[in-house]
């Protein structure tokens, strides 16, 4: 029982986990300002932050789509897809 235990993490599982993390994160934040924003307009506070939250996700989402199409998505391409910055070609 005393022994440690070390479990080798997939490098798709470990890709996986990253991407969902950090589209919680962009939701998060992109959703938060908007609750301040639907409060002082009169929008539903929910409603706002979910379609301001859901905007950016699918913003990256679809930028992440575009640079898998060869059928792999890169350290780089996750990178620029989050940041928003083109890829030189």
């Not at 002082?40 to 930028?63: E, L, Y």
């Not at 059928?71 to 083109?86: M, Q, R, T, V």
């Amino acid at each position: 029982m005393d022994k440690e235990m070390n479990i080798k993490q997939n490098a798709t599982v470990a890709k996986f986990l990253d991407l969902g993390q950090r589209l919680v994160s962009l939701f998060l934040a992109n959703a938060l300002p908007a609750i301040t924003t639907g409060a002082v307009i009169g929008i539903s506070v929910g409603k706002a932050a979910i379609m301001a939250g859901a905007m950016a996700v699918i913003k990256v989402v679809s930028a992440l789509a575009e640079a898998s199409v060869d059928g792999e998505l890169s350290s780089e391409e996750i990178k620029e897809a989050f940041s928003g910055a083109k890829k030189k070609k």
